[in-house]
């Protein structure tokens, strides 16, 4: 097995694969509110993404253990799915916040819940820091504590920041 | 009490948490909650052990906590044996180490 | 000793006894539910993540919450469901068809049922290691229950063992109580459970450590550490250790269905290692080679709580069924449908494989009593 396998196989993303999914780059950097990115490589019985898709971008499943599929030309990067995901497997990611800056918008159980105008810091796929983010909205869309929380920071990480951590 | 004062997702209603009540732990006074079982109820003291093996005298606390496992069996008013992990907690419950297999009160016995 | 007569006993109360219940008591049948807990709901009571499935499983619901929805079904029903909490089902007795029960640690009693769901669930598997007994080794359900029943603190810092989905999602949940998780260890190559729930963890830092175990607990009164080992591809230990510090070890080293009514009832057993345990051989209505006796939910092999409630569903049909009474059969096709759906994708093909072996078109002889 070589090494790339068994980081995957500990749940790190290493590579794309079917349902691990970013948007296409040309179409991402021009895109106001964003466009979903989909970590949810493995087949299982699950469909919340796509029933709650407000507008079809998430693809309908034939098989409820179907990986996600998106029409990108759909995709609002309204975040519901980041918001009704059980696995926390969908992140929106808005190129255009700024020159420098993306705005992430990322799930969110723990605590402390932080609020507008924090600075969190931004983890990678292994908790690793990797940059400072302030926070810009905080939204629980579902009323279920599964917040979405908005936070920007340096664009050059979109392909890697996927959690925060508040405080301490 | 060591209490999970916050918690993201469960408000603490959610929380099966009775009326404060007092009981006793080898002699000692307590606190805890009504209908919570006894061993949680001393987990919430700091208390981890609660019996000890008749042979070789280790230290038992609480394993499965759906009263099939005995690893959590103590004296509970007297009575040995007591699945402590599924028996809610009253007020004044005098709730002992179980050293060895337990020996019934012999009063007890009589009075049956 | 108290006499009790119904006409279908369902033999726990969680996912799979609560939907078998409902689903009996929704077509007039008089349904006793005993439950060895001190309250209904089983494991789902301890979830606070979001389902998976989809909307018939209440797919995206947390499970405390999919406990009250079950629940209040339970109510719908109430003037033919009675509920015995704290009280476990201790003994068949097929020449009279007569159950025991235990109330609390004092009180015993008899139940008479025509009919009987056994969906006692399941219990945790433990490993061997020195100083496994040690206060402070708990199970995963245990944790659960200290922290997400009753908002107790299981300790400050965890040793989390076993990758599957419970280890995975119990890692998620200590952290959502504030408590530290030292590491995963696994002593597979690949992670047992879902992956995302994995990805959940790893992105909050927490280390899985595949092809490590647990070697020992150390401590003298209390668990106060543990030393983990690496394994090669033989699992045999490859020398390399680390000594970490920790008050609790958490075992999610797997469950046993629980089943030992069914084999006092005489149902047909198997040891079926893909459904972790000894289970029933049982048809398309969840019944068993005992015409009076159905399973349904981990008790029939380990398995989501998605899949228990659809088996239960199917087995309160048919033993309604059973009683004569007007039921909508055609309901039959709609649950296996869902529950082909929730076996359909990577993790359900071990399910698949393990019921093949129990499964009966039909009984050849029937212990007809």
Known sequence: ???????????????????????????????????????????????????????GAICAFSDINDTPRIDYKKCTGCAICVAVCPGLACFVVDLTFNEDYALYKIPYEMLPLPSKGDTVTCLGRTGEALASGIVETVVEPKHDRTYVIHVSAPKKLANDIRAIKVGG | MELIAEHPVLDASCF???????????????DGYEGAPIAVSLHANGIRVYRETPEMKRARGFFCAIGKCSSCFMVVDGVPNVRTCVTPLRAGMRVETQHGRGRAAITAMLSE | MTDISTDIL?????????????????????????????QLGGQLVKQTHKFFGSRDEYAGTRGYKIADILLSEIKENEQNVKVMINTTVTGYYSEDRTFTAMSGEE??????????????????RLIPFPNNDLPGV????????????????????????GAGNIGLIVSYQLMQAGVEVAAVVEAMPKIGGYWVHAAKIRRLGVPIL?????????????????????????????????????????????LSPTTEILS??????????ELCGLVAERDRAMRTSNP?????????????????????????????????????????????????????????SKIRAGIDKVYRDKWEVRLDG
């Open chain 2, 16 to 30: 099966k948490r009775g009326e404060k009540v007092e009981f006793t732990f080898d002699g000692r006074s307590m």
């Open chain 3, 138 to 161: 708990y199970g995963a359900g245990a944790v659960q229950t200290l922290m997400n029943v009753y908002g107790v603190v299981p300790g400050k810092r965890v040793l989390m063992v």
């Open chain 3, 292 to 348: 009076d006796f159905w399973s349904a939910g981990d008790a029939t092999g380990i398995e989501e709580a998605s899949a228990a409630m659809v088996e239960g569903r199917i087995a309160g049909l048919c033993a309604a069924d059973s009683l004569g009474l007007p039921v909508k059969m055609t309901k039959l096709d709609e649950y296996w449908t869902r529950l082909d759906h929730l076996r359909a994708g990577e993790v359900g």
């Open chain 3, 107 to 124: 009180s015993y009693m008899c139940i008479r049922a025509q009919r009987a769901i056994v969906a006692a669930g399941a219990s945790e």
């Open chain 1, 1 to 55: 097995m070589d090494e790339n396998e068994s980081i995957f196989n500990s749940g790190v993303l290493t590579d794309e694969l079917p349902g691990a999914i970013r948007p296409p780059q040309d179409l991402w950097e021009g895109k106001k509110s964003g466009l979903v990115v989909v970590e949810c490589p493995q087949r299982i019985p699950c469909n919340p993404c796509a029933t709650s898709c407000p507008t």
């Open chain 3, 264 to 273: 006092q009832a005489g149902c047909r057993m198997k040891y079926v290692p």
């Open chain 3, 10 to 38: 369902v033999v726990g109360g969680g996912p799979a006894g609560l939907s078998a219940a409902s689903e009996a008591a929704s077509y007039g049948a008089r349904v006793l539910i005993v439950e060895s807990d001190l």
């Open chain 3, 210 to 254: 595949l092809r490590h175990s647990i070697k020992e607990a150390v401590g003298e009164r209390v668990v106060e550490g543990a030393v983990i080992m690496e394994l090669d591809d033989k699992f045999a230990p490859t020398g390399q250790e680390l000594r970490m510090d920790c008050d609790v070890i958490c075992m999610a080293v797997g």
